[in-house]
């Protein structure tokens, strides 16, 4: 069964044989740990052949389950497997243990964590907050969701970790004892496993550990009204937001707490989106004791994160494109995401909007009244013109659709020389073209990673 306690070392010294299920980086990742306690392990995956099988004792298709769990003392699960896997299902017979590659390197790391989760800004947050305690604890790292499994680094004797958690990863967890913890919203998003929004909330809502009256919960109080159980009387639950002690302004851009008011206008990643992320950044460090002068200076030299509305740099094109914003935000994976990327635009701007990927479930109606305000021109790819486009012909907007990006790319060139054909000797507003998907991105490419790459060496070629 779903262990329901962080086992001891010397719990999981009484397993010898450890099935990986899922591999990837936290596979692989937990399988290098476990070898170096002398573990034996072996790997089920949907893809055997593709896995790196120096790693593993044996390496199996995951069909099997019974077989596969002969002599099998534990099972480490990895994030994206559901948890009605037949293998799980059968383990769960057996009363196996079931751990997940985050409880894993739980076991073995004994100092402080912080760890951040919600639906969107998370990976940035998670970012932002290590960049600004890395001052004062030099000695830490970040991992987790954000690309870097806790299992790589549990061993070493590090002052500090902030970990990006996903509701994959706290679902699959026991209560991780972390020593401060951050939910900064939520919204619709892997229903596909969840299937409730009730359900998302109460994945998300154990990365909190409020029984230890030293542990500290700063949450967006708005994620409430999707938790059965409600709200919480508790001291050391803090709310970031309007009307509460920590909250953002604008005109001027300030982040405010009970201890202090901070500038926020030097802070390099615009929109009120991004200010919440400082907030509860900044409600992080001043809990590990530092100091506001400190913070001020760490967070206005952050630079942000690749693929997460990154402005792609011209200086190679060709002059008539030189006024074009070209921004690579392919780190958006669903509508909430893309909506708070665009949310500082109003129309007649010069937005061209880009979206594809593989749509999740969930309502896309607050996009189609935003995109009714802004009247701007988008492209749409991939799986998802055959998941959005009746909804959207029936806009009466203007829309395009493309099997891929290269073919998207070109009409889109087309567009702005005919823009700017049509404009010459006038001056016209700035353009931005915003590539913002809202959409998974397995249907053409590996990752998230992978598409804004290949996006951005697109444009590159296309304008330089």
């Known amino acids: 069964m779903?262990?329901?306690?962080?086992?001891?070392?010397?719990?999981?010294?009484?397993?010898?044989?450890?099935?990986?299920?899922?591999?990837?980086?936290?596979?692989?990742?937990?399988?290098?740990?476990?070898?170096?306690?002398?573990?034996?392990?072996?790997?089920?995956?949907?893809?055997?052949?593709?896995?790196?099988?120096?790693?593993?004792?044996?390496?199996?298709?995951?069909?099997?389950?019974?077989?596969?769990?002969?002599?099998?003392?534990?099972?480490?699960?990895?994030?994206?497997?559901?948890?009605?896997?037949?293998?799980?299902?059968?383990?769960?017979?057996?009363?196996?243990?079931?751990l997940s590659e985050i409880c894993l390197g739980r076991i073995f790391y004994k100092g402080p964590i912080i760890g951040i989760t919600g639906t969107d800004?998370?990976?940035?947050?998670?970012?932002?907050?290590?960049?600004?305690?890395?001052?004062?604890?030099?000695?830490?790292?970040?991992?987790?969701?954000?690309?870097?499994?806790?299992?790589?680094?549990?061993?070493?004797?590090?002052?500090?970790?902030?970990?990006?958690?996903?509701?994959y990863q706290l679902d699959d967890s026991p209560n991780l004892e972390l020593t401060a913890s951050v939910i900064l919203n939520l919204a619709s998003d892997h229903l596909e496993r969840h299937k409730t929004m009730e359900s998302y909330a109460e994945a998300k809502w154990k990365i909190q550990n409020l029984e230890n009256p030293n542990h500290i919960s700063f949450i967006n109080p708005n994620f409430f009204q999707f938790l059965p159980q409600g709200m919480p009387k508790n001291n050391n639950l803090q709310f970031i937001g309007e009307n509460h002690k920590y909250y953002v302004s604008l005109k001027p851009n300030q982040?405010?707490?009970?201890?202090?008011?901070?500038?926020?206008?030097?802070?390099?990643?615009?929109?009120?989106?991004?200010?919440?992320?400082?907030?509860?950044?900044?409600?992080?460090?001043?809990?590990?004791?530092?100091?506001?002068?400190?913070?001020?200076?760490?967070?206005?030299?952050?630079?942000?994160?690749?693929?997460?509305?990154?402005?792609?740099?011209?200086?190679?094109?060709r002059n008539q494109y030189k006024e074009i914003q070209f921004i690579n935000d392919s780190k958006s994976t669903n509508i909430h995401s893309m909506l708070s990327g665009i949310s500082g635009f109003k129309k007649g701007e010069g937005l061209f909007l880009i979206l594809g990927g593989i749509p999740k479930l969930e309502p896309i109606d607050l996009f189609l009244k935003r995109w009714k305000e802004l009247?701007?021109?988008?492209?749409?790819?991939?799986?998802?013109?055959?998941?959005?486009?009746?909804?959207?012909?029936?806009?009466?907007?203007?829309v395009s659709y493309f099997p891929d990006i290269p073919t998207l790319i070109t009409d889109l060139k087309n567009k702005i020389d005919f823009k700017l054909e049509a404009n010459k000797g006038r001056k016209i507003l700035a353009l931005s073209v915003i590539f913002s998907p809202a959409g998974a991105s397995f249907d053409l490419y590996k990752n998230f990673e992978e598409r804004g790459n290949h996006f951005e060496s697109l444009i590159k070629e296309e304008f330089s």
């Not at 010898?16 to 740990?33: N, Y």
């Not at 954000?146 to 070493?156: R, T």
């Not at 009247?375 to 203007?398: H, M, R, S």
Request: with cysteine.
């Open 375 to 398: 009247e701007c021109p988008l492209w749409v790819y991939g799986k998802a013109v055959e998941v959005w486009k009746k909804e959207f012909d029936a806009t009466g907007l203007p």
């Open 255 to 317: 982040v405010h707490t009970p201890n202090h008011s901070y500038d926020a206008s030097r802070f390099p990643l615009k929109g009120k989106h991004n200010l919440m992320n400082l907030c509860f950044s900044i409600a992080l460090a001043e809990t590990m004791g530092m100091e506001k002068e400190e913070i001020q200076n760490q967070f206005e030299s952050f630079q942000g994160l690749p693929h997460r509305f990154n402005r792609i740099d011209n200086s190679g094109f």
């Open 121 to 167: 800004g998370k990976s940035t947050t998670t970012a932002l907050t290590y960049h600004i305690l890395k001052s004062k604890y030099p000695n830490s790292k970040m991992g987790g969701n954000i690309g870097v499994p806790f299992s790589s680094f549990c061993l070493e004797p590090l002052d500090l970790v902030v970990l990006e958690l996903s509701s």
């Open 2 to 98: 779903f262990s329901q306690s962080i086992p001891s070392a010397s719990d999981l010294d009484k397993f010898q044989k450890f099935l990986i299920l899922g591999g990837g980086s936290s596979g692989d990742s937990a399988a290098k740990l476990l070898t170096s306690k002398g573990k034996i392990c072996i790997l089920a995956d949907k893809s055997p052949e593709r896995a790196n099988s120096l790693l593993y004792a044996e390496v199996l298709s995951d069909n099997h389950p019974q077989e596969i769990l002969v002599g099998i003392d534990c099972i480490i699960k990895s994030p994206g497997i559901l948890p009605d896997h037949p293998i799980l299902e059968e383990a769960k017979q057996r009363n196996l243990s079931i």
